[in-house]
């Protein structure tokens, strides 16, 4: 009995850092409307930049920051690449646009790095209960991010920076009437996203092993996550990140893993179906009459 | 649109030159190189055209559509291999029931907005991999395997080669006929009205759910005739062949390449692309980058010319868009 | 000649029943009844917010109604797809334009005949566009892409759409916002010769002169809730209808007097 609570209570720990990964996705999707389709691999980039900097010694934790800061940077790249050009047009193209951009990515990551396996081994140590060891890497990622989402709502709600981004997502000519430079506020924001897509990466990487490919199945989470959480939601994306890892920590004991991401795809478009703006908010529209 | 009318038009009988330069061709001193090449070919111009129907008419992009070519591919091995059916029925029946699998979920999922709906398809596909290597009665994560005497009723493996080609360059025929009578049809004039702005059109009375799961499913019967084939020829399937999602990704590339929403566009898109490939594969330096190639390609694409290359043309030279539809 | 509510020499078309549609925790629109007579030309107006454009949404299906009935010819259409809606006679035009961009302006039309009232083929659909092509005055503009058109031509586009569906009732939306004076007194011309022909209109409209010179009836909205129905002198000198565009009672004596 204990053994299933406590793989439910280590779910709910790994989904506060699928929620952090969301929290990116969903915030570039409810301030411009925009499927950040290389949101994996600004994951995997977090995972590597993570491994590397291990490798030169800087430990895990302290690594953080920088692979924050290198995700920002790279947003703003990926921004002006393939999302700037797109923004007024359809959905559909700038859906397009991203995948486009994510398949060069990937493509380049394989290229380089293949499908080996890689690892950043922390030590930390845990605590133990009745038994059951809660790994110390799985508690401190819920820590962190439970602070860089209160960081995330800080700058949202009380810096002028993220006030101006909440302006941009609720009317964009009505904030650039007011004086609010628009399109560098979608850069800022476009780059938050992936920034926090990065840390998040990082974070995993110091939970679990990764490939170049690794990002596809978080980004999947992630588009789960997204909607049961509602778009455009970040408070959302949290809550639903751990009601997706308490889910996972229900199955994985009993189901072979191959079947989780079936599960998650069903949980996916059945939560798209039924529950259009999510379970825990109300945003936009994602379905017809 | 009668019989008249379509002889009348450029663009039925470019069509038919192409079919007829496919099927003539690598007969020419028994060419079977340029057979393989033209087959493969076959195979991305049957992928980007039906999906054409999705992405160019009614503006979804169904980013799993390889789903329908694996699931048809697996129904007639399976039927060829554990009840001997003859290639053709198996075939046929492949894409019935794909088809028809494809319009029941269609109502499902098509209730779904454009890029949710986009997401919602790689889920599909995705699924239905997952299942199929769980499902052992066809093979699980190994596959199926095909024994040698599945060509005897064929003639054998050489004549079975060149009898399977026909059937997909016949396949590839349907699938350039479907999209032009599709186009020049009062479903097609409804589609292009969902592509344009779906809330508009089903005010001014198009019935689009009946309607967009409709195109769902008429654009899954041909691929997945066509995916019947190509395993069949392959002689093995299995789920990371078969629901390939850098196949389904190629195809979007090739109808985007082309000029979605036209006739011709997909059928050069796909051509090219297939060529590009087809070189790049064989040049050392750029094997490993055939993604990151398409990647850019398609970026560039939708960027600067979401129309391709037949956008580009209507364009510059706005005669030709009765000519090269 | 004036018409009531109760008028029993006029037969109702369209009749709402105390419908009404809830936003979060706005009213949008409160337990509206009134009715459109066949023959007959109702004014909708009521100052900016008042649930006219959502009464139209509640009407032709494109929002489902929380509650009450949307009856048209006898037929309870409450909640019906807006597809369905034009099957049975009833188009709408948008008060913020949406032409199917890049199509022709013929094809657009033709999207209107094809799936209207009537199961029409290409064929069959190409005629009707044209011909009501030819009432608006797009006659010269069937082969140009609907985003070309002006302004004064994408209202025009939106008109022909709906006029294509050969509706027996037409919601118009807003259809003179946007046009200069000449366009203006041409599109109610065009609206005149709609009844002449046997189409009853429902009509939104900002343009005071134009809707009082039109309508038989005018019904006034606001937040939500109808205010005042009837002839247009009627309407015009009621204190209330005043008060809610000016906002002001007192000011309602002043207008009263110049009315």
Redo the contacts between chains.
């Keep these: 009995m204990f053994g299933i609570l406590a793989s439910i209570v280590d779910g709910v720990l790994v989904g506060a850092v699928y929620g952090l990964a969301a929290m990116g996705l969903t915030l570039i999707w409810g301030v411009m409307n925009v499927?950040n389709l290389t949101h994996g691999a600004m994951i995997v980039a977090g995972m590597f930049g993570l491994f590397y900097l291990t490798t030169l010694g800087i430990p895990a934790y302290a690594a953080l920051a920088p692979v924050l800061a290198g995700g920002f940077a790279i947003g703003i790249a990926v921004y002006w690449?393939?999302v700037h050009?797109?923004i007024g047009?359809?959905?559909?193209?700038s859906?397009?646009?991203t995948?486009?951009?994510?398949?060069?990515?990937?493509?380049?990551g394989?290229?380089v790095w293949g499908t080996a396996l890689f690892n950043v081994p922390v030590a930390l140590p845990g605590i133990t209960l009745r038994g059951y060891t809660f790994t110390g890497t799985h508690l401190m990622a819920a820590v962190l991010t439970a602070s860089i989402a209160g960081a995330l709502y800080l700058f949202l709600y009380r810096m002028r920076l993220g006030k101006a981004i909440r302006a941009v997502a609720s009317n964009r000519e009505a904030a650039e009437l007011n004086g609010i430079p628009t399109t560098q506020v979608l850069a800022l924001t476009f780059a938050l996203g992936v920034a926090l897509a990065s840390i998040s990466g990082a974070l995993i990487a110091t939970l679990f092993p990764f490939t170049v490919l690794s990002g596809t199945a978080y980004q999947?989470k992630s588009?789960v996550v997204t909607?049961l959480g509602g778009l455009g939601n970040p408070a959302g994306a949290l809550l639903g990140g751990i009601a997706l890892g308490l889910l996972e920590g229900l199955i994985t004991p009993f189901m072979?893993v191959?079947?989780t991401?079936?599960i998650e795809?069903?949980v996916?478009?059945i939560v798209?179906?039924a529950f259009p703006r999510g379970l825990f908010a109300f945003v936009r529209?994602?379905?017809?009459? | 649109m009668r019989a008249a009318e379509v002889v009348r038009r450029p663009t039925p009988w470019l069509i038919a030159a192409a079919v007829l330069a496919f099927a003539l061709l690598p007969l020419q001193g028994n060419d079977v190189g340029l057979r393989e090449d033209l087959l493969l070919a076959a195979v991305y111009i049957i992928l980007a055209t039906n999906l054409n129907l999705m992405i160019g008419y009614a503006g979804y992009v169904n980013f799993g559509n390889i789903v329908f070519f694996g699931l048809g591919g697996y129904v007639c091995v399976w039927l060829v291999n554990a009840h001997a059916w003859p290639l053709f029925a198996a075939a046929l029946l492949a894409g019935a029931v794909v088809s028809v699998l494809a319009l029941c979920f269609g109502f499902g999922i098509l209730r779904l907005r454009g890029a949710y709906f986009a997401l919602a398809t790689i889920g599909v596909n995705e699924g239905v991999k997952a299942f199929v290597a769980n499902f052992s009665p066809w093979g699980g994560s190994t596959g199926i395997y095909l024994s040698i005497t599945a060509y005897q009723p064929l003639g054998g493996p050489a004549s079975a080669l060149w009898t399977i080609y026909f059937l997909l360059v016949a396949v590839m025929a349907l699938s350039l006929a479907l999209s032009y009578a599709v186009k020049n049809s009062k479903f097609g004039l409804g589609l292009r009205a969902i592509g344009q702005n779906e809330d508009a059109a089903l005010v001014l009375g198009v019935p689009t759910r009946r309607y967009k799961a409709m195109a769902y499913s008429a654009s899954a019967f041909l691929p997945a005739m066509a995916g019947a084939l190509f395993f069949f020829k392959s002689a093995f399937i299995q789920p990371d062949d078969a629901y390939d999602l850098v196949l389904s990704t190629e195809a979007i590339v090739a109808v985007m390449l082309g000029g979605q929403g036209t006739i011709v566009g997909p059928l050069l898109g796909a051509f090219l692309y297939e060529e590009l490939r087809g070189t790049l594969l064989t040049t050392k330096a750029f094997s490993n980058f055939q993604l990151v190639i398409a990647g850019l390609l398609l970026l560039v694409i939708v960027q600067f010319v979401p129309g391709g290359l037949m956008g580009w043309v209507h364009r510059r030279w706005p005669r030709t868009k009765r000519i090269l539809e | 000649m004036a018409a009531n509510e109760t008028d029993s020499r006029v037969t109702a078309l369209l009749e709402l029943h105390e419908i009404g549609k809830r936003f979060g925790g706005v009213e949008a629109v409160a337990g509206l009844t009134f009715t459109v007579g066949e023959g007959e030309i109702v004014g909708l107006i009521g100052p900016n917010g008042a649930g006219k454009s959502t009464a139209f949404d509640l009407i032709n299906g494109v929002r489902l109604p929380d509650r009450g009935r949307v009856v048209f010819r006898g037929e309870d259409i409450t909640g019906m797809m807006p597809c369905d809606v034009v099957r049975r006679g009833l188009a709408r035009t948008h008060q913020i334009v949406q032409p199917l961009a890049t199509m022709s302006v013929l094809e657009n039309c033709m999207v209107g005949a094809c799936f209207g009232r009537e199961d029409l083929s290409l064929q069959a659909g190409e005629t009707v566009a044209r011909e009501v092509a030819d009432l608006v005055g797009l006659r010269d503009r069937l082969a140009e892409p609907a985003s070309q058109l002006t302004i004064a031509g994408k209202k025009r586009l939106e008109l022909a759409r709906a006029l294509c569906a050969r509706p027996s009732l037409l919601l118009l939306d807003e259809v003179l916002a946007g046009l200069n004076p000449t366009e203006v007194q041409r599109m109610i011309e065009v609206v005149r010769t709609l009844r002449d022909c046997g189409i009853s209109i429902l009509m939104i409209e900002h343009l005071m002169q134009a809707i009082m010179g039109l309508s038989d009836r005018i019904v006034v909205l606001s937040s939500g809730r109808k205010l005042a129905e009837g002839p247009r002198a009627v309407v015009a000198a009621n204190p209330a209808v005043i008060e809610a565009y000016l906002g002001d009672a007192s000011l309602a004596g002043v207008a009263h007097r110049r009315a």
């Design positions: 499927i690449i393939s050009r797109v047009r359809p959905p559909l193209m859906l397009l646009s995948f486009a951009m994510n398949m060069v990515l990937i493509g380049l394989t290229a999947l588009f909607v072979p191959s079947w991401t079936v795809f069903v996916f478009v798209l179906i529209h994602a379905r017809t009459r």
